[in-house]
């Protein structure tokens, strides 16, 4: 009786090498994805972390100056830590004094995703109005 040696394959075919392709070109997208969302969320938190730290500076400094009116850009920054009127994206802050709170001018604004983020955030706090895009931000102490 012959006996059937089974041939030892050497080397791997087109299409195992396309399934791997393809699985890594996959782990790939959903990393970029996630770095994408994961950047764009601490980017969110760290400008809302900002703007509530603006808030309360300038509330504090209206009480003891009699009025918001006298909290201005000049007179808050040093009561802040270094860069607090630098967005996280890079955009400078330019804060105006209203009689009832302030307003940040934010050049450049954020990106339109960060902006949906920092909107549904801020929306607890009936006090903050924010554009869409993060390009300015308005803060309103009697609401």
Do not use: H
Request: proline share 3%.
């Amino acid at each position: 009786m012959k006996r059937f040696s089974k041939l030892a394959t050497q080397g791997v075919t087109l299409l195992e090498i396309m399934l791997v392709l393809a699985i890594a070109a996959m782990i790939i997208v959903m990393s970029v994805r996630y770095y994408q969302s994961a950047s764009q969320n601490q980017q969110a938190n760290a400008f809302i972390e900002q703007v509530q730290g603006i808030a309360a500076t300038v509330e504090s400094y209206a009480q003891g100056a009699g009025g918001y009116t006298n909290a201005s850009q000049a007179a808050i920054t040093p009561l802040l830590p270094n860069n607090a009127f630098v967005a996280p994206w890079g955009g400078t802050m330019s804060l105006t004094a209203t009689t009832t709170g302030f307003s940040l001018a934010i050049n450049p604004g954020c990106s339109p995703a960060v902006g949906s983020l920092v909107q549904v955030r801020l929306q607890s706090d009936k006090r903050f109005t924010v554009s869409a895009t993060c390009t300015s931000v308005a803060y309103n102490a009697t609401t």
